[in-house]
């Protein structure tokens, strides 16, 4: 079993900066795939990032502005998101993948965490 919790979503303007947290459980952590997902009122579920074994995925909106960072020490995944736009608003999840799956699916992940929002105004 693995448990993931999310923090630091809110409100930011646009051309602003958030970082988002995900703390999971977990002993074998280093060896998950972890990603970011988004979905926005309306919309599909959305890749956003991922890591695994030291490699990252884009998704391709947010190529050049987002960044993911682990530390498996501490079970903690981070998404930097600078330059945040307006259609940057969505609900954001953390997931892991523990299998060896397409990290850009999210049929593949088995773990999601709650969701945090992040809204981007104009």
């Known amino acids: 079993q693995v448990q993931l919790v999310e923090s630091g979503g809110g409100l930011v303007q646009a051309g602003g900066s958030l970082r988002l947290s995900c703390a999971a459980s977990g002993r074998t952590f280093s060896r998950y795939a972890m990603g970011w997902f988004r979905q926005a009122p309306g919309k599909e579920r959305e890749f956003v990032l991922a890591?695994?074994?030291?490699?990252?995925y884009y998704g391709d909106s947010v190529k050049g502005r987002f960044t993911i960072s682990r530390d498996n020490a501490k079970n903690t995944v981070a998404l930097q998101m600078n330059s945040l736009k307006p259609e940057d608003t969505a609900i954001y999840y953390c997931?892991?993948?523990?299998?060896?799956?397409?990290?850009?699916?999210?049929?593949?992940?088995?773990?999601w965490g709650q969701g945090t929002q992040v809204t981007v105004s104009s």
């Open positions: 997931a892991a993948n523990t299998g060896w799956g397409d990290v850009k699916k999210d049929y593949e992940y088995g773990y």
């Open positions: 890591n695994r074994n030291g490699s990252t």
